[in-house]
T-cell receptor, first 114, second 113 residues
Framework: DTAVSQTPKYLVTQMGNDKSIKCEQN?????MYWYKQDSKKFLKIMFSYNNKELIINETVPNRFSPKSPDKAHLNLHINSLELGDSAVYFCASSPKWTFPDTQYFGPGTRLTVL | QKEVEQNSGPLSVPEGAIASLNCTYS??????FFWYRQYSGKSPELIMF????GDKEDGRFTAQLNKASQYVSLLIRDSQPSDSATYLC?????????????FGAGTTVTVRA
């Protein structure tokens, strides 16, 4: 299947732990993104990579660190998890860093911090 | 002022009616506009995008853009129960190195059978 995939789908962990979420796309896209969707369904961009290069780094605590080993993968590592990190995290990809740019979303990872 | 604002809803329409969703944006430099549909517990999926003033139709969906008024809308004709979802308006402002999408908070639509 051609798609954007994420693992894990659900993640439940204790405050203070460190966790990672992985994302892979086999669409041949150049650009990948991480979004956070909070309990009010507001979707906000966190990071974007274009061909493994960090393009967008929004105002996100430095406990969040993205890593792109190649242009098909973008992982998100979170240190010292806090209650407020509980949300759904979506990975997305788009064909290229040009206008207009259509983004395709992965299934999401629901993170619950206890 | 939020970058992208949508009518908060929820919007309840009878089956077969037209659902009208509104979105305003604050940045006059915005150039492309997207409507995503998100079913409960699922990821956003693109319905359509528009970047020229006027109307753009795709099946039962029509997007309307008025850049002078900084307004974009989505009409869903002949609404079906399967259209029940949250609709997200997203705006893209191409800049020197900034193609990020800014999303509205979404409007939840319920189509009554």
């Amino acid at each position: 299947d051609t798609a954007v995939s994420q693992t894990p789908k659900y993640l439940v962990t204790q405050m203070g732990n460190d966790k990672s979420i992985k994302c892979e796309q086999n669409l041949g896209h150049d650009t990948m993104y991480w979004y956070k969707q909070d309990s009010k369904k507001f979707l906000k961009i966190m990071f974007s990579y274009n061909n493994k290069e960090l393009i967008i780094n929004e105002t996100v605590p430095n406990r969040f660190s993205p890593k792109s080993p190649d242009k098909a993968h973008l992982n998100l590592h979170i240190n010292s998890l806090e209650l407020g990190d509980s949300a759904v995290y979506f990975c997305a990809s788009s064909p290229k860093w040009t206008f207009p740019d259509t983004q395709y979303f992965g299934p999401g990872t629901r993170l619950t911090v206890l | 002022q939020k970058e992208v604002e949508q009518n908060s809803g929820p919007l309840s329409v009878p089956e077969g009616a037209i659902a009208s969703l509104n979105c305003t944006y604050s940045d006059r430099g915005s150039q492309s506009f997207f409507w995503y549909r998100q079913y409960s517990g699922k990821s956003p999926e693109l319905i359509m995008f528009i970047y020229s003033n006027g109307d753009k139709e795709d099946g039962r969906f029509t997007a309307q853009l008025n850049k002078a008024s900084q307004y974009v809308s989505l009409l869903i004709r002949d609404s079906q129960p399967s259209d029940s979802a949250t609709y997200l308006c997203a705006v893209n402002r191409p800049g020197s190195n900034d193609y990020k999408l800014s999303f509205g908070a979404g409007t939840t639509v319920t189509v009554r059978a």
